[in-house]
């Protein structure tokens, strides 16, 4: 926890200054018993708070949730996740969501919850594509209620969002909510990576941060339209940004007393 008193440059105390640290797409399999540990173990202990933007298990099976939590026992902050399209896999996600609530992770689906002064609003998401290219709901059944998947999700980021009385909004995504943190993906997928639909709420509600996964390949920065910054914290493309780095994570630091306060950000690897 930061509860230093030391006063730092803004006039900030320690107590007002909260650490995220975040990562995506963990892809826990029945075999990762001992490979998450080391990183887990090393991102909690750089933060307040651990954010897991989702894929947080490879083909969405209990059993890997089951390990995941093992690998987990080490952490000794709060921990707050969203699901991605891969915990959905064998539609065992309620069993998953229990998995890792049980072991104290609070899992956000169309949910917000304060912790240390901080908001959160979390959804998964889902596709569409972005900007002038967003697919819309139009022609067969099929396409219709794909579109229809995204609003629904845009529709529950946007309740969460609504329900959250913090200085501080952070949002946690698995799908991207803008195309610069899907850039460096073929760009035939990026339908397939998340959607602007996502980005109408994370607008409104004037976020402060938004937090992705997903998207492996895709860039680690960019911003809403109306300047927030969103990051893609999936771990390959945290590796590839900072090469070299064998366990990347992404440390945010928020104050938790004004809303206009960029956060400052940077990035903490370990030492393989
Ligand atoms: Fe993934
Ligand atoms: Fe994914």
């Not at 908001?119 to 059944?141: H, P, Q, S, Y």
Request: hydrophobic share 45%; aromatic share 6%; charged share 20%.
């Amino acid at each position: 926890m930061a509860q230093d008193h030391v006063r730092n440059g803004d006039g900030l105390t320690g107590r007002q200054r909260v650490r995220l640290a975040a990562l995506s797409d963990l892809h826990c399999t029945r075999t990762s018993q001992g490979a998450l540990q080391p990183l887990l173990a090393q991102a909690s202990a750089a933060a307040d708070i651990l954010v897991l933007c989702g894929d947080l298990t490879d083909h969405g099976l209990p059993d890997e949730a089951h390990v995941l939590v093992k690998e987990m026992m080490g952490i000794h902050v709060p921990v707050v996740a969203v699901l991605g399209n891969h915990d959905f896999h064998h539609s065992e996600q309620e069993a998953i969501e229990q998995i890792l609530t049980a072991a104290g992770v609070k899992v956000l689906d169309g949910d917000e919850h304060e912790l240390l002064g901080i908001g959160f609003a979390g959804v998964k998401g889902f596709g569409g594509g972005f900007g002038r290219l967003t697919l819309e709901a139009w022609g067969e059944d099929g396409i219709k209620k794909f579109v229809m998947e995204a609003v629904e999700e845009a529709l529950k980021l946007e309740k969460a969002l609504a329900r959250l009385h913090s200085a501080q909004r952070v949002a946690l995504l698995h799908y991207a909510p803008i195309e610069a943190t899907v850039e460096g993906e073929p760009p035939p997928l990026f339908p397939f990576l998340g959607s602007s639909r996502l980005e109408e709420p994370l607008n409104r509600y004037a976020v402060t941060a938004v937090l992705h996964g997903h998207a492996h390949h895709g860039s680690p920065e960019g911003k809403t339209t109306a300047g927030a910054p969103v990051y893609n914290v999936a771990m390959p493309v945290l590796r590839a940004a900072f090469s070299g780095s064998a366990r990347p994570f992404r440390v945010i630091e928020l104050p938790t007393v004004a809303p206009s306060a960029e956060a400052t950000v940077f990035d903490r690897f370990a030492v393989s």
